[in-house]
């Protein structure tokens, strides 16, 4: 059945839908009258809506987190779309399409898969080759691979993220092949293909995008070194100083300690990842904020992360 998702709703629709409650509560007005707001998803936005009569009894209906089907006017409120909700009621998980909800990589996760195993297989050297197919031919590891984020906001926020931004990086490190002297290739190719193997247990990624309680008590790039070395454990004769030097890559690929990173990068692979690793997260996590502003806008809304507005131009048509 066909459904208006968030991105599509204009002014004075009527909107008839299923949504996931993202926020939920009850403030009141200046008058002291209470109302029901909360903050609807889809895998396209988010909006507000608000209730204004029958508050308590729509209340007890739902909580935040479900699925809920609405009536609702839209209007403008103080320039941004806002539901006037008039009905609603609650929708079991199992009838709702999550592919509304999350929204997924354009990129088909196979092929990139694909593409990146190849990659993989060009590593000369035999330890650094075994670890990462470890990872790469592992069908447990490579399903939550292929569907998890890259992110819960900021950059690669999708299923199949994680994969996207970690071919992305990759295909990167092979751009600059040969153009520095002394770089060990293969070590800086393993870093990059297994810098963030621990978000796909960091993210949750059923119903909306979030952190794991290991997630958030531990992280993805304590988890991720982790799993690095189980795998070397398993590998006959894997070099100590190579072990350690790729442990290196995993802890340090945040740069800073403010960002979370255990370690900073102390070796030329190891800030070469991270660079890469950053030019790739903060070049996508502009690209999806331009796409997803006001179409033939000249500049986005502010972005709170990055502190400043971001100039798109013109446009083809000007």
Known sequence: ??????????????????????????????????????????????????????????????????FIRIKAQANSYQERMQLNIKSLKKVAVAEVSLEDFLPASVKDPEEMLAELIEIAQGIENEHLKKLVMAFLQDAEFTTLFKRAPGAKRLHHACLGGLLEHTLSVTKLIEEIKGHYAGINHDLLLAGGILHDIGKVRELSYAIAFDYTDEGRLVGHIVMGTQMVEERIAQIEGFPQELAMLMKHLMISHHGQYEWGSPKRPKTLEANILYYLDDLDAKVSGIKEFMDKGEEGAKWTDFHRIFDRFFYKGEGEDS
């Open 1 to 66: 059945m066909d459904r208006t998702f968030i991105n599509e709703i204009r002014e004075n629709d009527l909107v008839e839908g299923v949504f996931w409650v993202k926020e939920k509560a009850m403030p009141t007005t200046r008058t002291g009258t209470p109302y029901l707001r909360v903050r609807l998803t889809d895998r396209t936005g988010e909006i507000e809506g608000r209730i204004w009569d029958g508050v308590e009894e729509f209340a007890d209906l739902f909580e935040r987190e479900d």
